[in-house]
């Protein structure tokens, strides 16, 4: 599968910006979708994931209550709405598949997109 990020920009702190997904060459609903970011001297972190479309999300602490996760199987698309951004949110974000029907962690994910850059003042 081919992911490809868009959303990305500037937001003013306390914001919403909607970041999505688009997968190619294969059904994003085949494998468990994450997104993750890293922000400059920072080490990749996984922000949160997605079985399926009508799975549970999971979500890193530092975006619980903030973040949501979705998924359109009929777009093909990877969606994560952030809200009420923070100076800490500012990242590129990552969309990431992991090829299994499994989805316990942020492990193991083999396809990666380019990044989209979400900065906040």
């Known amino acids: 599968v081919q992911l490809v990020e868009s959303g990305g920009g500037s937001v003013q702190a306390g914001g919403s910006l909607r970041l999505s997904c688009v997968g190619s060459?294969?059904?994003?609903?085949?494998?468990?979708m994450g997104w993750f970011r890293q922000a400059p001297g920072k080490e990749r972190e996984g922000v949160a994931r997605?079985?399926?479309?009508?799975?549970?999300?999971v979500y890193a602490d530092s975006v619980k209550g903030r973040f949501i996760i979705t998924q359109d199987n009929a777009r093909n698309t990877l969606y994560l709405q952030i809200h009420n951004a923070t100076s800490e949110d500012t990242a590129m974000y990552f969309c990431?598949?992991?090829?299994?029907?499994?989805?316990?962690?942020?492990?193991?994910?083999?396809?990666w997109g380019q990044g989209t850059q979400v900065t906040v003042s």
């Open positions: 990431a598949a992991r090829p299994s029907v499994f989805c316990p962690d942020f492990e193991r994910f083999d396809y």
């Open positions: 060459g294969s059904n994003i609903g085949n494998y468990c």
């Open positions: 997605l079985k399926t479309a009508r799975s549970t999300p």
